[in-house]
C-alpha cells in the first residue's frame, strides 16, 4: 500500500507528460512534458528502490537526471535555431518531416 | 706437418684440444650482420648523402674488417697455445647459435662457426672488399645508379661472410642464394644494354641449375644425419656413422653439383666470362673472394661428406669426380683463355682455371694446398682484376679490348703495371711468389697421393697459364699503343700499327683469331680502320677524355699497390719450400674430423698408422693421434701409402726436384708465349714465324681455333640444342593442347553458356526476377502511397502514435503475461 501512492503519483505525472507531448504546440511546453515523463519514471525508480531495500534505483534515477539535463540541453539549442529561423516555436507549423 | 713451425716455438705442450675464446672470436657473427645493417641503410639514406650511401657500405666494410682481423689475431693466439706434443693444432671451433625456426624435432639455427677455415675466409673477404668498396668510390662515380651499387655490393659482401661462418647448412644456403641475387644485380647493373642483362640472367640461371643440387644434397644430408649442423655433419660422417655409403656417394655428387654451378666448374663455367659485364670491382670482387669461391669454399667446409663419399684418397683410386672435373676445368679454360680479345674474359677463364686447381686439389686429398690456393688466389687475382679496371679506367676509354685499345702502356702507368706483373707472377706460380706456394702444393700432392693424370694436367694448366698471361701482358702493355691507349700516350697512331698490320696479309693467323664472329665487319677492314673509329667516336661524341698525365687516382693504385704485396706476400704464410706450415697448422683442425676425440688427419701421423686398410676407423685414429707417430713423422717420410676414405693423408715434403718439372714448363711457357706474342703481333722474325698464320692454312688447327673461339660450342649446346630440345617440344605440345584440348573446352563452354544465357535471359530474368522486381517495386510503391498520410511532419502527431504504440505494446504484453 505503501508503495501504490508513489505509483499513483508517478503513474499521474506520467499521464500529464503524455499529455503535454501531444497536446501543446508550444516547443518548449513538449521539453517540460518531455521532462515531467522522466521524472515520473525516476519516481518509479526510487520507490522500487525503497521496496526492495537497493540502492541500485537510486544510483539509475540519478543517471537519468544528468542524461535529461544533456537532453533539455540538446532540446532548447534546437528549439532556439527553430526560432531563429523561424520566428516561431510553434511545431504545429513545423511539417518539414511530412514523407 | 713435422716441424714445428718457427713462429710457434714449443712453449706450452700436451693441451691435444684448445679452447678458442676473446671477445671478436665469440662475436665474430657480427661480421656479416653490419654490412647487412649498411645495406639497409644504403637503400633508404643513401641517396640523400653527399657521397650517395658509399660512406655506409666502407664504414661497414672497415667494420667487418676490424672485427674479422681481431677474431683472427685471437684465433691465433688461441692456436699458438694449444698445440700436442706431435705438432697438432688442435683447437675447438667456436660456435654460437640462436634457433631461427623449429620444425619437428629438427632445430635450424642462425649464428657462427669459427675455426681456421671461417677465420682465414672471414679476413679474405672483409679485407677484399673493403679495397673494392674503396676503388669503387672512384670507378663508378657519378653513375646513375651509384647507391644502388653500393647497397648490392655491401649486400654481397655480407651474403659471403654470412656463408663462410654459417654453423649450419640452411645459413649456408642462406648466404650462397643472398650471393646469387646480389651478383644478379651488380652483373646487371648497366642493365640498359641487352647484352649486359643477358649476362646476368644467364649467371643467375646457371648458378640455379647448381643450386638443385644444393637442396636436394642438403635434404639428404638431413636424411642421412638427421642434422644440418655442419660440425655434426663432419664428425658423424668422418666417424663412419651412416648407413649407406652409396646414399652418402650421391649426396656428395648433389652438392657437388652445387659447388660446380657457384665455381664455375667445367660444364657450367660459360657464365663467369659473360659475368664480366658488371663493373669491373665486381667482377674483381666476384672472382676473388666472394661468389666463384663459395662453390670450392662449401667442399672444403663439409669435406669429410666429399672425402668419405667419394672415397677421395681410397687405396688404388686414380680419379674421382671432383678430381676429375677440376682437372677438365683448369685445361679447357686455360686453353679458352687464349683466344680471348678482352683483358677480363682472360682473366676471367684464368680464374676459371684456378678453381679448376682448388677443385683438383680437394679432389686429391690437398686440402690445405686447395685452401690456401683459396687464400693467395684471392689476392692475385683482385689485383689483375683491378689492374685492368684501372687500365680501361684512365688509359682505354673504358675499352676491355687488348687488341685494339691497348698496348704500350707500361711506360705511363707503373703502379698498375708493377700491380699487373706481381700478381702475374703470381698467377703462374714463379717461384717466391704466393701462387707458387699454393699451386705447387696442389700439383706435388695430386703427384705425391698418385692421381698421377691429374699431376699432369696440373703442369699442363701451369704452362698454359704462363703462356695466355704472357699473350695478355704483351697486347696489354707492350708493343705499340693502339686506338684508346695511343690516344691516351699521347702517340700518333699508325693506322699500319703492329696488331693491324695483319690486315695487309688475309691469311694472318690473329686475324681470323679475334675476329671469327664478326668477319664481315673485318672483311673490309683495310687498314686498322677500328682505331679511328674508336678514336673518332670518342671525340665526336664530346666525352671528356680521360687524358691523365700519370696514373690511375690513389683510390684505384692504393688497393692495387697493397694486393699486389699480398700477392707476393700472402704466400709466406705457408712455404713448404722454406719449411713454414703456418697457414696449415692454423687451418688443419677444421678438415672437419671430430676433435672432440682429439685424433687429427691432417697431420703427418695419419700416414703411418694405416698402413693396414683395414684400420679405417676413426676411434683408432683417435687413438694413435698422441704423440707415438710424432717421431715417425719428423723423418719427413716420402713414402706415401694410401690411407683410406677416412684420413686426408698429410701434404708431401716439398723438394725442389719435384717442383722442377712444372717451373720448367711455367719457364717454357712464358718463354714460347713471348716469342709467339712478337711474332704474331709484332711481325718480328723468329723460329715462331712459320706458325704464324697456322689457323688459317692448316684446317684442323684452324678448327681446333675456332672450336675454342666459339669457347667449346657449349653455348650452342646449352641454349640452341638443350633449351630448344626442352622448350620446343614442351611449347609446341602446350601449344596444341592449348589450341586443341583448352579451346576446345573453352569454346564449348562458352556456347553452352551463351545459349544458356540467352534462355535464362528470356525465360527467368525478363518474366520470373523481373516480374518479382516489378512486383515488389510495385508493393512498396503502393503500401508508401497508403501510409504517407501517417507522415504528417507534425511532431506531436509523431509523439501520439509513439506513446499510443508504447500503450498498446504494454497492454499487450500484460494480457499475455497475465
Known amino acids: ?99 | 706437418m713435422s716441424q714445428p713451425s718457427m713462429l710457434l716455438a714449443a712453449e706450452e705442450s700436451g693441451h691435444a684440444i684448445g679452447e678458442a675464446s676473446g671477445w671478436f672470436l665469440e662475436n665474430a657473427w657480427l661480421i656479416p650482420v653490419i654490412p647487412a645493417v649498411a645495406f639497409f641503410l644504403i637503400l633508404f639514406f643513401g641517396k640523400k648523402l653527399p657521397r650517395g650511401g658509399s660512406e655506409f657500405g666502407l664504414a661497414a666494410m672497415l667494420g667487418s674488417l676490424v672485427i674479422a682481423a681481431g677474431a683472427t689475431w685471437q684465433w691465433i693466439s688461441s692456436t699458438t697455445s694449444h698445440y700436442d706434443e706431435a705438432g697438432n693444432y688442435e683447437v675447438e671451433p667456436v660456435i654460437r647459435e640462436i634457433v631461427w625456426w623449429q620444425s619437428g624435432p629438427y632445430e635450424f639455427g642462425l649464428g657462427q662457426h669459427i675455426d681456421g677455415l671461417a677465420i682465414m675466409a672471414l679476413l679474405l673477404v672483409a679485407f677484399i672488399s673493403t679495397l673494392v668498396q674503396l676503388y669503387s668510390t672512384e670507378y663508378v662515380n657519378g653513375d646513375r645508379r651509384y647507391t644502388h651499387y653500393f647497397a648490392a655490393l655491401t649486400l654481397f659482401s655480407s651474403g659471403m661472410l654470412a656463408m663462410v661462418l654459417a654453423p649450419d647448412m640452411v645459413q649456408l644456403i642462406l648466404g650462397w642464394e643472398i650471393m646469387g641475387l646480389c651478383s644478379f644485380m651488380l652483373i646487371g647493373h648497366w642493365w640498359e644494354e641487352q647484352a649486359n642483362s643477358k649476362a646476368a640472367l644467364k649467371a643467375f640461371f646457371t648458378v640455379r641449375v647448381g643450386d638443385m643440387g644444393l637442396l636436394v644434397g642438403t635434404a639428404m644430408l638431413l636424411a642421412i644425419f638427421g642434422t644440418l649442423q655442419i660440425s655434426e655433419i663432419n664428425a658423424l660422417a668422418a666417424a663412419g656413422e651412416f648407413d649407406s655409403q652409396n646414399m652418402l656417394m650421391w649426396t656428395a655428387v648433389a652438392l657437388f653439383i652445387a659447388c660446380i654451378g657457384k665455381s664455375g666448374q667445367f660444364p657450367l663455367h660459360t657464365w663467369l666470362p659473360d659475368a664480366m659485364a658488371g663493373p669491373t670491382p665486381v667482377s674483381s670482387l666476384l672472382h676473388s673472394s666472394t661468389m666463384v669461391v663459395a662453390g670450392v669454399f662449401l667442399v672444403a667446409r663439409i669435406y669429410p661428406v666429399f672425402h668419405v663419399g667419394l672415397d677421395i684418397n681410397a687405396a688404388g683410386q686414380s680419379v674421382n669426380l671432383i678430381a676429375a672435373i677440376g682437372g677438365i676445368t683448369l685445361l679447357v679454360a686455360a686453353a679458352l683463355a687464349f683466344v680471348q680479345n678482352d683483358i677480363k674474359k682472360v682473366l676471367a677463364y684464368s680464374t676459371v682455371s684456378q678453381l679448376g686447381y682448388m677443385m683438383m686439389g680437394l679432389g686429391v686429398g690437398a686440402w690445405t694446398g686447395a685452401v690456401f690456393h683459396i687464400f693467395t688466389h684471392a689476392f692475385f687475382k683482385c689485383c689483375l682484376f683491378l689492374a685492368a679496371g684501372s687500365i680501361s679506367h684512365t688509359a682505354a676509354h673504358h675499352s676491355f679490348d687488348m687488341k685494339k685499345d691497348m698496348g704500350g702502356i707500361w711506360k705511363k702507368m707503373p703502379v698498375t703495371f708493377g700491380a699487373w706483373m706481381v700478381s702475374t707472377a703470381a698467377l703462374m706460380g714463379i717461384p717466391f711468389t704466393a701462387g707458387f706456394f699454393s699451386k705447387d702444393e696442389i700439383i706435388d700432392s695430386a703427384k705425391h697421393f698418385e692421381y698421377t693424370w691429374f699431376y699432369y694436367a696440373g703442369i699442363i694448366g701451369a704452362f698454359m697459364t704462363a703462356a695466355y698471361m704472357t699473350r695478355a701482358t704483351y697486347l696489354t702493355f707492350f708493343g705499340k699503343p693502339r686506338g684508346a691507349a695511343a690516344h691516351y700516350m699521347g702517340v700518333e697512331h699508325d693506322t699500319h700499327g703492329e696488331v693491324h698490320e695483319h690486315s695487309a696479309h688475309p691469311d694472318e693467323a690473329e686475324h681470323a683469331d679475334g675476329h671469327i664472329p664478326d668477319h664481315t665487319v673485318d672483311a673490309h677492314d683495310d687498314h686498322g680502320h677500328d682505331d679511328d673509329h674508336a678514336h673518332d667516336g670518342h671525340a665526336t661524341h664530346g666525352r671528356p677524355l680521360p687524358f691523365a698525365p700519370f696514373d690511375s687516382p690513389w683510390k684505384i693504385t692504393a688497393p692495387l699497390i697493397i694486393l699486389a704485396a699480398l700477392a707476393v706476400g700472402a704466400g709466406y704464410l705457408n712455404a713448404p719450400a722454406l719449411k713454414i706450415y703456418w697457414f696449415e697448422h692454423q687451418t688443419e683442425s677444421s678438415i672437419g674430423l671430430p676433435i672432440d676425440h682429439g685424433d687429427d688427419h691432417g697431420g703427418e701421423e695419419t700416414e703411418e698408422p694405416h698402413g693396414d686398410e683395414e684400420a679405417l676407423v676413426v676411434s683408432e685414429v683417435a687413438a694413435g693421434a698422441n704423440g707415438p707417430f710424432a717421431s715417425a713423422a719428423e723423418g719427413g717420410d716420402h713414402s706415401y701409402e694410401p690411407s683410406g676414405p677416412y684420413a686426408v693423408p698429410a701434404p708431401p715434403v716439398f723438394t725442389w726436384a719435384n717442383a722442377a718439372p712444372g717451373l720448367i714448363l711455367v719457364a717454357l711457357g712464358i718463354l714460347v708465349s713471348w716469342f709467339a706474342s712478337l711474332a704474331v703481333f709484332a711481325r718480328r722474325k723468329n723460329p715462331f714465324s712459320p706458325f704464324v698464320g697456322l689457323t688459317t692454312r692448316s684446317r684442323p688447327i684452324g678448327a681446333l681455333h675456332s672450336f675454342l673461339v666459339n669457347k667449346l660450342y657449349l653455348d650452342h649446346l646449352y641454349e640452341k640444342v638443350i633449351v630448344r630440345a626442352v622448350a620446343h617440344p614442351i611449347a609446341k605440345a602446350a601449344y596444341w593442347f592449348n589450341q586443341n584440348v583448352i579451346d576446345g573446352i573453352v569454346n564449348t563452354v562458352g556456347t553452352v553458356t551463351r545459349r544458356l544465357g540467352g534462355w535464362v535471359y528470356r525465360n527467368i530474368d525478363q518474366r520470373v526476377v523481373d516480374g518479382a522486381v516489378n512486383a515488389s517495386g510495385t508493393a512498396a510503391s503502393e503500401s508508401g502511397h497508403a501510409l504517407q498520410p501517417v507522415q504528417s511532419g507534425k511532431v506531436n502527431q509523431y509523439g501520439a502514435l509513439l506513446f499510443g504504440a508504447a500503450g498498446i505494446g504494454a497492454i499487450l504484453l500484460i494480457i499475455l503475461n497475465g
Open chain 1, 1 to 99: 500500500m505503501y508503495a501504490f501512492n508513489f505509483l499513483l503519483l508517478s503513474a499521474a505525472l506520467f499521464s500529464f507528460g503524455i499529455y503535454g507531448v501531444i497536446a501543446r504546440k508550444n516547443a518548449v511546453m513538449v521539453l517540460m512534458s518531455i521532462e515531467l515523463i522522466l521524472n515520473s519514471v525516476n519516481l518509479n525508480l526510487v520507490a522500487f528502490a525503497l521496496m526492495n531495500n537497493s540502492i541500485d534505483g537510486h544510483v539509475f534515477a540519478l543517471f537519468v537526471i544528468a542524461i535529461a539535463a544533456a537532453e533539455v540541453g540538446v532540446g532548447l539549442a534546437m528549439v532556439l535555431m527553430i526560432y531563429r529561423n523561424r520566428r516561431s516555436i510553434a511545431l504545429d507549423e513545423l511539417s518539414e518531416m511530412k514523407g
